[in-house]
């Protein structure tokens, strides 16, 4: 029987140790690296070459996914499941976006997660229904391109002048999209606009 190589990516050092330990419980299974950051998957993957990537979305460094599209350009015959306790929609549509292989939620039982691997492992792909369900459900994005731009700046700190000068506009303007972007997200306010946004996946 040939095993499935695994990479694991997990920074709580209990939670890797009890995935790896379950992990290997399986007889077809071979946990050939593990590491507690994101930016450390790829340097691993290159070395260890494994069949399948198990990813925490939320890592240091590196966030999952993130990481999971480097893997992707990098060594494109390793297949990505992502692993998260956030069961978000929007999380869920950057997974996509990054072409990862599955996604499956940490509460999920252990038979699941082996099964999952397995499906990965063969070339097809597994996504938590629930998951899939809220996704489905879930709104389309009611801003501009521009207004997402501006509301991604605002989500990394920035003020709008800092705006403005990144997207070459007046700070008048930017402001004005500020307001614009409360009010369609019907948002109190801008710190509120942008949690609204980052938990529908409009923002990364």
Same mark, same amino acid.
């Given at each position: 029987?040939?095993?499935?190589?695994?990479?694991?990516?997990?920074?709580?050092?209990?939670?890797?140790?009890?995935?790896? #330990?379950? +992990?290997?419980?399986?007889?077809? /299974?071979?946990?050939?690296?593990?590491?507690?950051?994101?930016?450390?998957?790829?340097?691993?993957?290159?070395?260890?070459?494994?069949?399948?990537? =198990?990813?925490? =979305?939320?890592?240091?460094?590196?966030?999952?996914?993130?990481? #999971?599209?480097?893997?992707?350009?990098?060594?494109?015959?390793?297949?990505? +499941?992502?692993?998260?306790?956030?069961?978000?929609?929007?999380?869920?549509?950057?997974?996509?976006?990054?072409?990862?292989?599955? /996604?499956?939620?940490?509460?999920?039982?252990?038979?699941?997660?082996?099964?999952?691997?397995?499906?990965?492992?063969?070339?097809?792909?597994?996504?938590?229904?629930?998951?899939?369900?809220?996704?489905?459900?879930?709104?389309?994005?009611?801003?501009?391109?521009?207004?997402?731009?501006?509301?991604? +700046?605002?989500?990394?700190?920035?003020?709008?002048?800092?705006?403005?000068?990144?997207?070459?506009?007046?700070?008048?303007? =930017?402001?004005?999209?500020?307001?614009?972007?409360?009010?369609? +997200?019907?948002?109190?306010?801008? =710190?509120?606009?942008?949690?609204?946004?980052?938990?529908?996946?409009?923002?990364?």
């Amino acid at each position: 029987m040939l095993s499935v190589r695994i990479l694991l990516a997990e920074d709580v050092h209990m939670i890797r140790g009890a995935l790896i #330990a379950l +992990l290997e419980l399986e007889p077809d /299974f071979e946990v050939v690296a593990s590491v507690d950051r994101g930016d450390l998957i790829v340097a691993a993957a290159l070395t260890a070459r494994p069949d399948v990537a =198990v990813i925490d =979305v939320d890592l240091p460094g590196t966030d999952g996914l993130t990481a #999971a599209a480097e893997l992707q350009t990098r060594l494109p015959d390793c297949r990505t +499941l992502i692993l998260t306790s956030l069961g978000r929609p929007g999380v869920l549509r950057r997974a996509m976006t990054a072409q990862v292989s599955g /996604f499956l939620l940490k509460e999920a039982p252990p038979d699941r997660l082996a099964q999952a691997v397995r499906t990965v492992a063969a070339g097809q792909r597994v996504i938590d229904p629930q998951l899939a369900l809220s996704a489905w459900d879930s709104p389309e994005n009611p801003l501009s391109p521009r207004e997402t731009e501006v509301l991604r +700046l605002a989500a990394r700190g920035a003020d709008a002048a800092e705006i403005a000068g990144c997207l070459y506009l007046t700070t008048g303007t =930017v402001r004005n999209y500020l307001t614009a972007i409360v009010s369609k +997200l019907n948002a109190r306010n801008r =710190v509120h606009a942008i949690r609204i946004a980052e938990e529908a996946g409009w923002i990364p």
